[in-house]
């Protein structure tokens, strides 16, 4: 009688870490540029509070 080999058990963590670190990735660099963002509506409105203020 022929001897089935074993199941194999793969795992799959990979994929997900993988999508972790992407949704990461994104997300952070998103927040970087909404800060970004943010800054430069703060500095053009010190500008024009400063050119008015003459």
Do not use: C, E, K, R
């Not at 022929?2 to 194999?8: F, H, K, L, N, Y």
């Not at 994929?15 to 500095?43: E, K």
């Amino acid at each position: 009688m022929p001897v089935m080999p074993a199941a194999q058990h793969h795992s799959h963590i990979g994929p997900i870490v993988a999508t972790v670190i992407i949704t990461l990735a994104i997300t952070f660099g998103g927040l970087y540029f909404w800060g970004a963002h943010l800054n430069q509506q703060a500095q053009n409105q010190a500008a024009d509070s400063t050119t008015y203020a003459q």
